[in-house]
């Protein structure tokens, strides 16, 4: 089973989320820190909002901050792209049989908006949502319960993922780890380098 991560991974979406969080704490008064990308990163957006209401003791609610980022985002994601030799790489895995799925911690909404758009459903036989889990793709536990949902054990599952928290428990729950670099998040690559079983700058790599 081979499990696709969405935003940074099959799309080009993470300077979407750049954009949105500078705006957005620009209109607060608030000054964008590698301390609070570290707090919002690869996170649902439930998690997001308390961390954001928290971290600058804002009065908004969960609700208004998160309602504040949909309308931040919502044109973005229709003219997100597809990062390079996705599609590619996908044609040769659905050819060879294998089985794939997405498992994202995307906004339902947007993220159904830009498969259908680049004609990815057909891909995969389901999408996972991190957000109706109600928990962040980092422990474990939740991506034995991806595999556990998409009936397969870890050991059989093939995770592709930028963010280096979801390649740690991907490993952790037993699954095999392809680490796959964004150039807006690079902090990490050395050590997503030494973590995962394979680290690509692209999935040309793989063709």
């Given at each position: 089973m081979l499990i696709f991560d969405l935003d940074g991974t099959l799309i080009?979406?993470?300077?979407?989320?750049?954009?949105?969080?500078?705006?957005?704490?620009?209109?607060?008064?608030?000054?964008?820190?590698?301390?609070?990308?570290?707090?919002?990163?690869?996170?649902?957006?439930?998690?997001?909002?308390?961390?954001?209401?928290?971290?600058?003791?804002?009065?908004?609610?969960?609700?208004?901050?998160?309602?504040?980022?949909?309308?931040?985002?919502?044109?973005?994601?229709?003219?997100?792209?597809?990062?390079?030799?996705?599609?590619?790489?996908?044609?040769?895995?659905?050819?060879?049989?294998?089985?794939m799925a997405v498992f994202t911690a995307c906004v339902p909404e947007h993220c159904r908006e830009v498969m259908s758009r680049h004609g990815l459903d057909g891909y995969f036989e389901r999408v996972i949502f991190a957000q109706d889990l109600g928990v962040d793709k980092k422990s474990p536990a939740v991506f034995k319960q991806a595999a556990q949902m998409l009936g397969a054990e870890p050991r059989q599952c093939v995770l592709f993922d930028d963010s280096l928290a979801a390649c740690k428990g991907a490993k952790a729950a037993g699954m095999t780890v392809v680490g796959i670099r964004d150039s807006r998040f690079t902090g990490g690559e050395a050590d997503m380098r030494e973590l995962c079983d394979r680290y690509i700058e692209s999935f040309g790599e793989l063709l």
């Open positions: 080009d979406s993470n300077g979407v989320w750049l954009e949105v969080d500078k705006i957005f704490l620009a209109r607060h008064g608030c000054a964008y820190s590698q301390e609070y990308y570290e707090g919002v990163a690869h996170s649902i957006l439930q998690n997001c909002a308390v961390f954001t209401k928290n971290h600058f003791q804002l009065e908004e609610s969960c609700e208004e901050i998160i309602a504040e980022w949909m309308e931040l985002a919502a044109d973005a994601y229709r003219s997100v792209p597809l990062k390079p030799f996705v599609r590619e790489y996908l044609d040769r895995c659905r050819d060879a049989g294998h089985r």
